[in-house]
């Protein structure tokens, strides 16, 4: 069983940053599949930014330019910097791994940005 913590979250107000890690139980290495997800109240859980095996990152248009999700392999942790944070980006965020799916999830960190 892969456990995922995610921590950094916090209040923090608009134009603020917050970076969130999450620590993984395991290697990190060995998993295809690593990302970032949000989920507001009343609303679907989205996608904030996917990490491919090779490194690569693809991020929601809604955080493009202002996220950079990353990883520590040495440490078997993700990170996900968050610059110029706006209200529409306060969410529940989770981050997730799996060798083909995302199969294993963190209990998810509240993020908070006020005006």
């Known amino acids: 069983q892969v456990q995922l913590v995610e921590s950094g979250g916090g209040l923090v107000q608009a134009g603020g940053s917050l970076r969130l890690s999450c620590a993984a139980s395991g290697s990190i290495f060995r998993f295809n599949v690593m990302g970032w997800f949000r989920q507001a109240p009343g609303k679907q859980r989205e996608l904030v930014a996917a990490?491919?095996?090779?490194?690569?990152?693809n991020y929601a248009d809604s955080v493009k330019g202002r996220f950079t999700a990353s990883t520590d392999n040495a440490k078997n942790t993700l990170h996900l910097q968050m610059n110029s944070l706006k209200p529409e980006d306060t969410a529940v965020y989770y981050c997730?791994?799996?060798?083909?799916?995302?199969?294993?999830w963190g209990q998810g960190t509240q993020v908070t940005v006020s005006s």
């Open positions: 990490i491919t095996s090779s490194g690569n990152t």
């Open positions: 997730s791994v799996g060798p083909r799916a995302y199969d294993y």
